[in-house]
C-alpha cells in the first residue's frame, strides 16, 4: 500500500492547480482584451476614414453650389441690363427730344423720300457757304452722305451721280469789290451765266504768255476750260449773282491760288518768284484764318489804289465770252429759246460767236446753255433729247413739270430757285401756271448740236396705220390731228 500523502502536500497541489487554472482564466481574458481593443482601433481608424471621405464630398458640394449661385446672379444681372437697355431704346423711339442723351447706338430707319427729288432741288434751303467776300450753294454730288442736310437733297446729288450726268450747278453771289479768288477746276468745265450785276472775268493762257480780261453784264455767259486759271471780280456796286454748271457729276475738285501759294515751301516759293529781298519777302504775307475763296478784305481802300479793268481783243474774249442775251432769239407760239452752243452751220453766226462755237468744240465735255421763257399758260411741250442730259434752274416765274418713264409720271411744282434736271431720253415737259413768264437757265450736257425729239413730230411722222393698231383707233380718226407749219415746241392753247 502506498505511503500515504500528507496532508500538506495535497493542499500545496490543489493550490498550485488552482494558480494554473486562475493565470489560464486571465490569459483568455487578456487575450479577450486585446482583441477588444484591436476591434475598437480598428473601428476607429474606418470611421476617422469615413469622416475624411465625407468631407471631400461635402467641399467638392459646397464649390458646385456656389458656382450655381454665381451662374445664376450673372444670368440676373444680364437680364436686369437687357430689360433696362431695350426700355432705353424704346424710350429714345418714343421720345425724340430724349436722342442726344442717349448712349446706345440705334439705327434710324431710312425716312421715305418722295421719288420728284430724284429730277428736283429746293436750292434755297440747301447749305449757304458764307464767305468775307459772298456766298455759294451747291446743287451736287457728295462722297459722304453725312454732307447732305436732307434726304430730298441726297436723292437729287444721287440721281446727278448714277445717271452720271456731267452736270453740278453752282450759285455764286459775289458782294461789291469781292473777288471770287483766281482758282481752277481739276474735274470739269465751268460755264456761266451772269444773272444780276456787272463783273470783271480773267483767264491765264497756256504758259501765262497771255492774260485774257472782259466785263460781262447781266445775261451773258463765260466758260473756263477744264484746268484754266480764271477770277472773277464784281465791278459793280450791285451784287452779282451768277448760275455756274459744271460738266461733272462727281465732287467738283477746285484748287486756290492762295492755297497753292501757302502750301509751297518759302524756299520753293522765293526760287520761283525771285522777289527783292528773297524768302524774308515771301515771309511776310499775312496767311489769312478764314477760307478766302471769295475774298473781301476789311481794308481793300489800303491795299487797292488803282484798279483797271482792262478789256482784251474780241478775238480773245469771245473763246470765254458768249452775249446770250443779244443772241438769235428762236420764237414760238408759247415762247423763246435762245442758245450757246457750238453750231455745225457757221452761216448763222457772227464772226465772234464763230469764236465761241470752234472753241466750244475743242473741249471735250463742254456744255451747252440755253435760256427757255414760255408764256403764261404757256407749255414747253413733251419731248426727250438724245444726246444729252438736262439741268435747269428756275429764274422768275412758276411752274408745273411732268416726267414720264418706264415706271411712272411724276408731276411737281416748280418756283424761283428751284433746280430741275431730267436724265437723257427723259420724256418731260414744263407749263408756265403764273401771270409772269416762266424764265428757266438750262444747261444740257453735250458740246455737240443738241438732238430734240417733240410728241407732235414723233406722233405726225409714225404712220397712221400703226398708230390705229396701237391705239385701237380707226385709222381715218388720226387725220383729226393738225400739223402746223409753225414749230410748236412751246404752244399755247
Not at 500538506?8 to 482564466?25: C, F, I, L
Not at 431704346?89 to 421715305?112: G, I, M, Y
Not at 458768249?322 to 438769235?328: A, I, M, T, V, W
Amino acid at each position: 500500500m502506498p505511503p500515504p500523502v500528507p496532508h500538506t502536500a495535497m493542499a500545496s497541489e490543489e493550490h498550485q492547480k488552482g494558480v494554473k487554472e486562475r493565470r489560464s482564466r486571465e490569459d483568455e481574458n487578456w487575450g479577450g482584451a486585446r482583441n477588444t481593443l484591436s476591434s475598437g482601433k480598428m473601428s476607429t481608424t474606418s470611421n476617422v476614414e469615413k469622416k475624411n471621405q465625407w468631407s471631400l464630398v461635402s467641399i467638392f458640394l459646397m464649390c458646385l453650389l456656389a458656382c450655381f449661385i454665381t451662374t445664376a446672379i450673372g444670368v440676373l444681372i444680364l437680364s436686369l441690363v437687357y430689360v433696362n437697355n431695350s426700355q432705353l431704346r424704346v424710350n429714345a423711339q418714343l421720345e425724340p427730344e430724349a436722342w442726344p442723351l442717349r448712349t446706345t447706338a440705334v439705327p434710324k430707319r431710312p425716312k421715305e423720300v418722295d421719288p420728284k427729288f430724284q429730277f428736283l432741288n429746293h436750292l434755297p434751303k440747301s447749305k449757304v457757304f458764307e464767305f468775307a467776300g459772298g456766298a455759294i450753294q451747291w446743287a451736287r454730288y457728295r462722297n459722304h452722305v453725312e454732307d447732305y442736310l436732307s434726304g430730298e437733297e441726297e436723292a437729287f446729288g444721287t440721281s446727278l451721280n448714277t445717271w452720271k450726268s456731267q452736270m453740278t450747278l453752282g450759285t455764286l453771289r459775289i458782294k461789291s469789290n469781292g473777288l471770287r479768288a483766281p482758282h481752277w477746276h481739276f474735274n470739269a468745265n465751268e460755264h456761266g451765266y451772269l444773272v444780276q450785276g456787272t463783273a470783271w472775268i480773267g483767264v491765264v493762257d497756256d504758259g501765262g504768255e497771255v492774260a485774257t480780261t472782259y466785263n460781262v453784264t447781266a445775261g451773258q455767259v463765260i466758260f473756263f476750260p477744264t484746268n484754266t486759271l480764271h477770277w472773277i471780280k464784281n465791278a459793280g456796286d450791285e451784287d452779282c449773282f451768277f448760275l455756274l454748271f459744271f460738266s461733272t457729276h462727281d465732287e467738283l475738285q477746285t484748287l486756290d491760288v492762295d492755297d497753292v501759294f501757302f502750301s509751297t515751301p518759302e524756299d520753293i516759293v522765293s526760287r520761283s518768284l525771285k522777289p527783292e529781298g528773297g524768302i524774308d519777302f515771301i515771309r511776310k504775307f499775312p496767311k489769312q484764318t478764314e477760307d478766302q475763296g471769295v475774298n473781301l478784305p476789311p481794308n481793300l481802300a489800303e491795299l487797292v489804289m488803282n484798279a483797271s479793268y482792262v478789256q482784251s481783243p474780241d478775238n480773245l474774249v469771245w473763246r470765254y465770252f458768249f452775249d446770250l442775251k443779244g443772241s438769235k432769239q428762236y420764237q414760238f407760239p408759247g415762247g423763246v429759246i435762245q442758245k450757246s452752243q457750238f453750231w455745225k452751220n457757221e452761216n448763222e453766226l457772227s464772226n465772234n460767236e464763230n469764236i465761241f462755237s470752234e472753241f466750244l468744240n475743242q473741249h471735250q465735255n463742254a456744255l451747252t446753255l440755253s435760256t427757255l421763257r414760255i408764256y403764261n399758260n404757256g407749255l414747253r411741250q413733251p419731248h426727250f433729247h438724245f444726246n444729252a442730259n438736262e439741268m435747269g434752274y428756275v429764274l422768275s416765274g412758276c411752274g408745273k413739270v411732268g416726267i414720264v418713264s418706264a415706271q411712272r409720271t411724276i408731276e411737281f411744282e416748280i418756283n424761283i430757285g428751284d433746280v430741275l434736271f431730267f436724265p437723257v431720253g427723259t420724256q418731260h415737259y414744263i407749263k408756265s401756271t403764273c401771270d409772269e413768264d416762266l424764265l428757266l437757265v438750262l444747261a444740257f450736257s453735250t458740246g455737240d448740236k443738241l438732238q430734240t425729239l417733240d410728241m407732235d413730230d414723233y406722233i405726225q411722222a409714225t404712220a397712221d396705220h400703226i398708230l390705229a393698231q396701237l391705239f385701237f383707233k380707226k385709222q381715218s380718226e388720226f387725220k383729226k390731228i393738225p400739223k402746223f407749219s409753225e414749230d410748236q415746241a412751246i404752244n399755247l392753247p
